[in-house]
């Protein structure tokens, strides 16, 4: 047990360095040493998971099931009318769908659970005097923790800076407005909710930066104290399970309304004794309720969601796995997400010119040059002694928080890649960040937000307070009235530097513009002493090169009839360049963020089909670009970093969060989280939906006509007033064999080829169309001849009711395995080598079923059980060749249906049939 830290201590009430002396650290952080046996004191900074449900509730949930309580009640009712044999094996039936199911949640949840697991945040940290990156689950007390805005802040914290900090207590407190905080002791006595002086574990940092001291973990938080939960386990529900949920009790009504309605018939028109047409009735709602489905859907899920893991896209909610098979329009981030976000400076525009930076990557390795009219050879700038470089480049590096370091010979950045990039540049020149950061004093800042479009600092400059402005440069040039050049200041040519900022952006290159000004008496920082009278120093363009796998990524989505859609704060001549390199095809114009707020509703959403760019947007923008999709019938993932692209995404039918940039804020809000940002990854996802639901469509197609076969024969049967040709227990056994062996196989079928070459799903359509509910018909009847056929053939034959039952058991299931063959493509053609033999999973549950049949066909303990009876070999090649006909007459139904679907495309190519156009 970790010693618990000194509750009595009022955190709140204290100063900020009193606190620092009180857990023995400093300002700079701890050394390594320190927070290493620190760790060992008091254990990993982690709240308890919430206690597993324990597993015989678990199992008895397998119960609680329409279809499972029947076969009890059949169970029940056997053993009262004596027929003990067949009520233990119903209970043995029974305990294995259980089990089955049981063992097949648990693996589910598991690996849910692991995937979660994948999430764990990440803290900022100073230790050892530098910023350094770490599991939020190695805090520990004394450590110091930088925030900012869109944190989950990863332990309680006492403020020691505070930077327009404001956080969002909810989850804490309840209170869902944003409290803002400062650094000044508050009262003893103060509300955990008013202690302004603190940030508690699992708020969130609605805006602003901070540095804070961490003077709780783990159990120790007061999250923590509340309550030794974290998050709720995700329910295993989806729709679609929902769906067959409802699909299975209707399905189960009418059965059991079948049963009855036929064994009344076989009792009061054939005479029979009212024993065995009970029976009968057990036989057929046994027969013909699919048991095994719900698990089997269950595993198709999960499989989904640990082949998207594989992929790095992370589910945080099942339901995304059915919904990404249907989207049709990816709203996508452009820096990090179809660009590498690895920044370059490549030109700088001063007043007197354009100057060009070598050099690529982090390393601090390039020159400066300016390029001549005449093309001839470039001329080398010294920045020692170019007027205005030195200055530009010192400016870029004191507004700037990143750092950059060698570690193990390589070249690192912390902090955000514009700023690095920056850092960078002024390397190049032989400028040391640290040294120079130390000389000008930081007084205060206002940090960069997307919103904001830019970041001030308040510096000391040969003694004289000076603030530094970098930002977007169309933003800046509103907030400039005059030019800094060599001779003294110029009025601002806006006409000119909007040229000059064409110039950079049309090239693909981020643009930032620096400002500065000097400024008298002021120790903190308003928006409005940066937002006016400032001089303009030049701008800096930034490349970003687009993602390799991207552009493949983009091909990929056009092909799927996806619409791949550019949002991004950057300029519209920038994200324009990018999209035409990625390939985007709607480039000729991007919207601003600007045009799209002077827009109606309606208007965005005729404008929103033409447009696949849209530039300098902000959250809220988002959101209107989202829901004007929707209302087009889009369904639409949306990625997101930042704390205010919560409601984008959460009204998106999937919000993709960002994994490695984003913030705690937006994954929290995600269906989907990005392991590594990028958009290829979204694309995996998508074609990983796809498969999925494909699969799970083919195994209720595949499953149901082995149901539909038994229930129908029964029935048939009965009214016909002769033999059952399957026995009540019989139908049980195949329902199970084939339930956990050929049932299984298709979960882990491959895509077909033209997974990502068709039209994206139709979420409202239902889960079997016209033409499968055919195919379950169809084979229904398929199998059922064969059944008749063959018990009628051997029960003539061989005058045994018992070998013409086995012989109708063995061909029912024989019949079902060259099935589930034809149900690997739905309507493609299996005869082919991959058609027939591609899958090994179908293979290996073909081979099982074959085993278990001939353990059941000859085994003396099932045949007391199940009254089965031994074959000869002839019969075996009867029902081979029944089970051929079966897959061969199938396949021939496909080749119908193909071409039927072949001759209406062309039709509707021809324009003859209405065709939907696409949103
Ligand atoms: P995307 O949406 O494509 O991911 P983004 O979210 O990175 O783009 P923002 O971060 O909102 O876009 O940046 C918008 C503009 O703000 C940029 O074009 C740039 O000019 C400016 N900018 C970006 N980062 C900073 C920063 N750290 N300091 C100052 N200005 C910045």
Known sequence: MPRPLTPELRWHAVTADEALAQLDSRADGLSDETATARYHEYGPNRLQQQAQR?????????????????LITAGIASLALGHGLDALAIVGVVTIIALIGFIQEGKAEQALESIRGMLSPQAEVLREGRRQTIPAEALVPGDIVLLESGDRVPA?????????????????????????????????LTDLAERSSMAYASTIVAQGTALGLVVATGAGTEIGRISEMLRGVEKLKTPLMRQLDRAGRALAIFILVAAIVTALIGALIHDQPLNEMFLAAVGLAVAAIPEGLPAIVTIGLALGVQAMARRNAIIRRLPAVETLGSISTIFTDKTGTLTRNEMTAQAIWLPDGEIVVSGVGYAPEGHFSRLQDDDSEAEPVDPDTHPGLGHFLRVGLLCNDAELSQEIGRWKIHGDPTEAALVVAAAKAGLDPVALREAHDRHDAIPFESERRYMATLNEVDGQPTLMVKGAPDRLLEMCHRVRDPEGELELDRQLWEERIHSLSSRGLRVLALAEKPIHAVNELAEAHAEGGLLLLGLVGLLDPPREEAIHAVEQCLSAGIRPVMITGDHAMTALAIARQLGFTHTERALTGREIEAMSDAELQTCIVDVDVFARVAPEHKLRLVSAMQARGGICAMTGDGVNDGPALKRADIGVAMGIQGTEAAKEAAEMVLADDNFAT?????????????????????????????????????????????SPLQALWINMVVAVTLGLALAFENGEENLMRRRPRDPAAGLLDLFLLWRVVFVSILLLIAVFGTFSWLLEAEGDQAVARTGAVNVLVMGSAAYLINSRY?????????????????WLAIGLVLLLQLAWTYLPFMQVVFGSANLGWRHWLMMFACSTAVFLVVELEKRILRARFDARRAQRQRGDLPHLRPH
């Open 54 to 70: 324990p597993w015989w509730k678990r199992l008895l949930a397998q119960l609680n099931n329409l279809l499972i309580l029947i």
């Open 156 to 188: 309680d914290l006492r403020l020691l800076q505070a930077n327009r900090l404001r956080t969002e207590e909810a989850a804490l407190t309840g209170e869902s407005v944003a409290v803002d905080k400062q650094t000044a002791p508050v009262d003893e």
């Open 682 to 726: 979204i694309v995996a996802a998508v074609e990983e939906g796809r498969k999925v639901y494909d699969n799970i469509r083919k195994t209720i197609t595949f499953l149901l006509p082995t149901n539909g076969a038994q229930g129908l024969s029964i029935m048939l049967a009965v009214l016909a007033g002769t033999q059952l040709p399957i």
């Open 826 to 842: 739905l309507l493609r053609s299996n005869l082919s080598l991959q058609g027939l033999f591609g899958s090994r999973p179908v």
